[in-house]
């Protein structure tokens, strides 16, 4: 699959952006420009703003992946957290446990199911994520500044297109790949 690509690069000139060259090659010459493109900014976003709530408040990023989690959708469950965040589920289980520890989560038995414990934020956590989130609200205002109405409106429906068409996608590559045979269409 080919993007448009509406950017000419030309390394010697400092490139589209001003970027060091490698930075340039990654974003505009990829042979996967999507898919870096969107790490390229998840990067951008998720390292200040993680870096900013480990300096303020002492928490890891997956410690605060879960305060968010449970912030977004109170009374989930670590393998909801998991499989939405890309977290293993052994490393979510210590930062529950230290933020179960430091009173800021909590977690309630299903008493039908008693392997299944919904977590919840405590008064703590709740005020913790109040006062964090905003970071996440301005860079998020920072990275998209410059785009009019419209242009947000397209972006976002055309990403939830995406995310809805990668829903049913598994998340490994099947055995059967054969990278000789990727690209090539039936006539």
């Known amino acids: 699959m080919q993007f448009a690509n509406d950017f000419v ?14 930075t340039e090659a990654k974003l505009w010459t990829n042979p996967c420009p999507f898919a870096f493109r969107l790490n390229y900014l998840a990067l951008r976003y998720n390292t200040p703003c993680y870096g900013w709530v480990q300096k303020t408040e002492g928490l890891s990023r997956i410690e605060y992946v879960v305060i968010y989690s449970i912030a977004l959708c109170e009374g989930g469950q670590a393998r909801d957290i998991a499989h939405s965040s890309g977290f293993p589920k052994n490393s979510l289980s210590r930062a529950m446990a230290k933020l179960e520890k430091e009173g800021l989560i909590y ?4 008493e039908s199911d008693r392997r299944n414990q919904s977590l919840y934020l405590t008064e703590n956590g709740r005020a ?3 006062r964090t989130v905003a970071v996440f609200e301005m860079r998020e205002r920072e990275m998209l500044d410059g785009l009019k109405e419209d242009e947000l ?15 049913p996608l598994s998340d490994e ?15």
């Open 9 to 22: 690069v030309n390394r010697r000139s400092g490139g589209v952006s001003g970027m060091d060259e490698m």
């Open 107 to 110: 977690r309630e038995q299903d």
């Open 128 to 130: 913790l994520f109040d």
């Open 153 to 167: 409106k397209t972006l976002s429906n055309l990403l939830a297109k995406v995310v809805l068409n990668c829903a």
């Open 173 to 187: 590559i099947p055995d059967s790949f054969n990278p000789q045979e990727a690209g090539k269409t039936e006539t």
